[in-house]
């Protein structure tokens, strides 16, 4: 079955360091891949869309990476800040489905 | 984007009761979609609503236990019915944009606990 892994435990880093986060799915060939942000009591919050064509797609202090050989994408956050502390969903979509991570928590220590 | 409201935002409930959560939208919309989503877990999509057509359901859920209704392209409603506490969880609705509704908008959620 279609399988989402994203690191169980918790990520601590230090304000201004850059925060990376993995994702790797297993029988699944998604034609694209998505993260989200979720904050404690609130729905996800979609931040950028990777295509399987695409290696790299930046947004301001993110950076997303999408290797459809080794089935993994990589989440980075540069210059890292407080309010950056959140839960980070990886949704690969692939037949207009999208699978949802258990997402990864993200502490950024001022 | 959409921005999504959903009612009401927690309730508790007594078992074996049913409790309807909406969902509303600031825009038209085809594609909708509802979750549920446990403490420190992924989202599980319970089924799709597109305007126009019946609900799909995903593996594990049927339309007895979690009927939707969507009558118009910016409203939609999820019922949990006859809840036990194994229901207990929280329930999103979000909406899908994009050109094949890739991307997806969420509500805030309805935490729902059932005693």
């Known amino acids: 079955s279609q399988k989402i892994e994203q690191n169980s435990e918790a990520l601590n880093i230090q304000e201004g360091k850059t925060a990376t986060l993995t994702c790797n799915y297993t029988?699944?060939?998604?034609?694209?891949l998505q993260w989200y942000r979720q904050d404690p009591g609130r729905g996800p919050v979609f931040l950028l869309l990777?295509?399987?064509?695409?290696k790299e797609k930046r947004k301001e202090r993110l950076k997303v990476t999408f290797d459809t050989t080794l089935k993994q994408s990589l989440f980075h956050i540069t210059a890292s800040q407080p309010a950056d502390s959140a839960t980070y969903l990886c949704?690969?979509?692939?037949?207009?489905?999208?699978?949802f991570g258990a997402g990864t928590r993200l502490f950024v220590k001022a | 984007s959409a921005v999504i409201s959903q009612k009401p935002s927690r309730d508790i409930c007594q078992r074996g009761t049913s409790l309807t959560i909406q969902c509303q939208v600031d825009?038209?919309?085809?594609?909708m979609f509802w979750y549920r989503q446990q403490p420190g877990q992924s989202l599980t999509l319970i089924a799709t609503?597109?305007?126009?057509?019946?609900?799909?359901?995903e593996s594990g859920f049927v339309i007895d236990k979690f009927p939707i209704s969507r009558p118009n392209l910016t409203f939609s409603t999820l019922t949990v019915s006859n809840m036990s506490p194994e229901d207990s969880s929280i329930y999103l609705c979000?909406?899908?944009?994009?050109?094949?509704?890739?991307?997806?908008?969420f509500g805030p959620g309805t935490r729902l606990l059932v005693l």
């Open positions: 979000s909406v899908g944009s994009g050109h094949a509704g890739e991307t997806q908008y």
């Open positions: 029988n699944y060939s998604p034609a694209y």
């Open positions: 990777i295509r399987e064509n695409e």
């Open positions: 949704a690969p979509t692939g037949g207009f489905k999208t699978i």
């Open positions: 825009s038209q919309v085809t594609m």
């Open positions: 609503a597109n305007q126009g057509s019946e609900a799909t359901y």
